[in-house]
């Protein structure tokens, strides 16, 4: 299990989140500036579970019509092929093309969704005030941290070739309305990622061991 | 100023209140705005979703669910989304989405079809579709009643909803070489295409649908004759070579050509779906129809070799009918074969038109006395060869007065008229008379006359021989006579001058006559 420790809160320190200083907070307000780096102090990001909620809903939200519309329309001479996120991964996959196919479906559709779900698992952990697998549940958000913006490949792939294969009248190629909802949910899963305050996985267990201790 | 030091009466201190942070974060407008732009992009979706179609075909060759369109006009109106087999594997069910608000295409009378490279006769269609795959056509009806449910053609409809014009329908026995798509010529201009054509149920004829574009449709009306322009009409009379066609595009592919009477009287335009009869040329078409014809049966003695059904019945030269069956009978009373011939006749092309009908009589009786009548007076029937290249035998009736008397055998169904026979058999009849003629001349005797004739020529040649030599001799250059008549002739020719210097002088001197000859008159 984690080691007890005692958290700057606790003794009513503040930690600096940039440079790591734990200072007394300023006389009669919670809010001061970090000495060494100007920071801006707070025991814990304000507001981090709703905030972390609701950019979560949303990514959620989004993520419905970001898999069903269409997020490239191809028009050939033979006529105009709209194709949704899964679509193109089935289009793709083919005996040579089957990596390129896979990335897609990695980076498209299962991360983001992965993103979702571990997030919401952290957050009704925290909310629930549970002590259980802190160290996986920390390891957990520093991979959702790390790679949620891998995620953004699709959207610059569909941008590229947008912008590159416009041959008209013979060929073009534009993004789709689902682009927009998969770009939406990119940026919302970071923001939420952003705005959770991982420290929230401790306390529960410095709280606990406080009152057992 | 206010010391600070001075003691303060007892002041009640404020109470602390706790303040509650209750107000919602302004973050939660974040997914609020998501959900509502999630549900205004599924709402307009929704909207923008057309009508879902059933279109039963019996291939999906060239069809690609999520790939082949529907175009109407050109216009991208649906999308086929999935193709699967029907239940009992014989057709293919394709589901289309279509595009908003064609729920009214969709009704009772709207035809679907796969649009595919095609060529059938005067046209190639569907080209496109080389390049671009196979696609759906459509033609919307005009019908109130919604469908969701379609059997596509199998061939696209000839005449697309939007060209004005009207459908007549043509009935035929043969369909000869004609296809959805013949043109339809008018004074050799084409302005319609046959749309369909059935078989009927009996299998005795088919029904033609044929399609006449505006304005050409003005001009067909009730007494408008139909015929088959297909290939080249030749015929070969009296008159010379006759080639008669529409358009080369005709001879190529077949066409069916109408006209109208000129000398009828102008009729307003035939109602949408008349049934005309198709003829087989256009000398057919302008015949009258039969009316009323009668059946009689003729009964040959003789070969009817080269006599077909429909081989023309004619009176004088006049076509009054067509034989309609020929057959061999066996009478076995007498062990004779005889061939019964049905005619089929129209009275009325003879010109008889029986007009004062009196009460009490039956225009059957009266046609029985009438014909009774002709018979009695020589009609016969003959058969007569039409063309002695192919030896096409055709039914000529005429008057014969000399003929052997006969009857209409009214108790035969049909009623039996009396024949005679054939020009043929007669000639043949005669040029056996002729040999037996010779056979019956003494020939050995007049050969030997001939011989002693001849004996006597002989000798009468040796003799005429001799004078002629004599002659000859006579006329030989040195014979005296011939010396003489020399002699003599100079004479004549000498006296021939001294008479023109007579006449010379006395025509100078034409008193001489009286005066004599003067020696200085000149």
Known sequence: MSPAALTAMQHGLQSCGVCGLVSRPAAGQEDGRCPRCDEALRFRKPESIHRTWAFLIAAAICYVPANLLPVLTTTTAAGAESDTILQGVVLLWSPTGWPLSLIVLFASIMIPSAKILALGYLLITVQRGSAENNEQRVRLYRMVEFIGRWSMVDVFVDTFTAALVQLQPLMSVEPGPGLFFFAMVVVLTMLAVESFDPRLIWDATSSKEVLHG | MVDEHTPLPPVPSARAVVKKRARVSLVWIIPIVAAVVGAWVAVTRYMSEGPKITIIFSSAEGLEPGKTKIHYKGVDVGTITAIRLSEDHQRVVATAEMAPRTEDFLVEDTQLWVVRPRISGANITGLGTLISGAFIGMRIGSSQEEKREFIALDAPPVVSGDVAGRFFALKTGDLGSLDTGTPIFFRRLQVGQIASYQLSKDGRYFTIEIFVQTPYDQYVTPNTRFWQA???????????????????????IGGVAFETPANGAVLPPAEPNTLFTLYNTRGEAYEPPPHNPQTYQLIFKESVRGLEPGAPVDLRGIRIG????????????????????????????????????????????IRRKLIDALVSRGLRAQLRTGNLLTGATFVGLDFFPDAKKAQVQWSQNPPELPTVKGQIEKTEDELSDVIKKLDQMPLKEIGDNLQKSLGDLDETLVTARGTLSNANKIVAPDSVQGQELDNALQEVSRAAQSLRVLADYLERHPDALIRGKTGDAK
């Open chain 2, 230 to 252: 297909s290939g080249v009409d030749m015929q070969i009379s009296a008159g010379g070579l006759k080639i008669e066609t529409q358009s080369v595009l005709s001879i190529l």
């Open chain 2, 322 to 365: 067509e034989v309609t069956e020929v057959r061999a009978q066996f009478d076995a009373t007498n062990f004779e074969f005889s061939t019964p011939v049905t005619i089929s006749v129209d009275p009325q092309r003879l010109g008889v038109k029986i007009t004062d009908l009196r009460l009490g009589e039956n225009l059957e009786t």
